[in-house]
DNA sequence: CTGAAAGCGCTTACAG
DNA sequence: CTGAAAGCGCTTACAG
């Protein structure tokens, strides 16, 4: 039979036993050829990858993952897209991964509580690793993923759940950094917009803006609640705060995109000038925070380093999918002064 | 061996052999519980579902396509990721598919040029579909579908490679009413701000806006080059304008995210009002065109019929890889008059 | 260092 | 309608 007739017969692609035949050798050489640490003369490996190359023979990873029990699948669970930051974490980490030769099956979360049933189809393909970006897991969830030994890093937000992993910004710090510059510059009424109110990112710069404010003297900072991360949830926020008596002349939002909405509204609904009336601080810098639109101060989120992190992370799963589960933390970067504050001292 | 010992045995997965002496059946039969066209007792079936759901057994996909050698895997590429109409599409496709039962495995395309490595890569999943998102193929990596008979669909831009399936907007007729609005309204010295030179769609839009302008007795409307899809096209193309020797009081540009980087220099940099000195129309209204920030005046992209036809494409190439190639245009959205455009004829 | 054989978890003709 | 057997494309002890 010729190479095209059999190729004809199983489909399109060449196989193990094609190249075998095709070379004169066993399966069992040709497949360790394959695998760096196999045990093969130097010169077979040469002469079999050579002739892959040739015929266009690549293991059909279905049929390793078979035997191998490891996938080289991430499952990557995005909930939240309309935050900016996202989509630029979702592309590089895929680029990044796949240099670590891991391929990214995606799931879509639009409404929390649909990711158990889209986990659960993942879980199906047996990723050697999830990662979580923009969500939390329910426990149901995040008990299947036990069950299945699958390890889980939680991007940027955190989870309650014991026995997973974690990447995120040192987001206390982040608060802190928020209510020195303000303080130093003046600001005496500050507030604090909350979106989602329990994931991590929220309570953690709420609780460092607040016990910095605190350890200064200042009364404790209003809080508004936007109840997410968007831009709508930032703009009921800045509505929210008509009903306060006294305005607040520094307010630090939970991110960017909540920011950027709660500034359009109180410019826009509210009539009041920013920064003269009062001063907005962000959190992460997405790109259109430094569009002349917008010109939000802002603290910078590490995502280099985040990345990196994740990757390493993954790097250490991938040869040990039982590694004792760590939380990585990194500083924040700097803040980014921009024109959505300003000097009050000499008011 | 009770079940647990043979669970800890074989990895952690129940399989057809577990379930099967678990329901003193023969892993045929139990098999065949799950395919809704196999011959099978009633009542058989619904016992061996029955006992699945409770021990928790799923066929494990990756040996199922061993065999079948269709795998429920459609891998999207994505490249252009700054322009924020895309993260929605990803994401509701992805949700969409998997209503359909199809997991999405996700390449990321940072530059240009990598495409064909990750494409590649992808291919070796076997996939039963690519769809290609905000991005083109070389013709070697659109052969190597082809060679492996994984049907190819193009979502918005469109590619020049035949045997391809698209679905996009009707630009040009878009390009059409950006013109006539402008026209309609007294403007005269028309422009377009041209984006990635030979991307359908950019190349279309153009066309359309021209044809319209030259059919109304219009001067043919000045190239403004961005060169890309992104914020910061936009603004070299403001930039670009100041060697014009007269202003241009009509602006049509690519898209969305092109009008704002535009706006946003033309407004700062060049210290021109809008819509004051000239009207600037976009094309897509994602979601932050109609922030109070930016205002814009622009074209809905027809999204969710976009994406309903996609899915549609993917379940009749689901049943049938070999179906006839089509390309789908369908209507844009109306026009939305937000505030950069205003009425001159009483200028 | 190489090859023959068993087996990963399924599906699907083929008998009965 | 059901079961035994072959086989999908690989990997990996086990011999040699």
Redesign the interface.
Known sequence: MTMDARRERT???VTVKDLARDLGMSVSTVSRAFHADAVIARETRVRVLARAKEIGY?P????R??IT?R?RIVG?V?AD??N?F???V???L??DL?AIDM????????QSG?VDD?LR??L???PDLVIILAATLSSAAAQECR???TPVIFFNRLSGEAGSFGVTCDNEEGGRRAADFLIDRGHRRLAYVSALADASTNVERHRGFANRAAERGIEAPVVLEAGSFS?AAGHRAAEAMRTLKARPDGVFCANDIVA??F??AV??DLGLSVPGDLSVIGFDDV??AH????ALTTIRQPVDEMLAATVALAKTLGADAGAEPVIRRIAPGELIERQTTRDRRAD
């Open positions: 489909g399109t692609r690549t059909n990873p279905f049929a993952s078979l029990k996938t990557l995005v897209i309309t900016p996202y989509p630029e979702m592309t590089r895929t680029s796949r391929n990214v099956m995606l799931v879509a979360a639009d649909t889209a189809l993942l199906n393909y047996q069950k299945s030994e831009y950027i909405g500034l359009d410019r826009q790109e259109m569009w002349p639109s917008h």
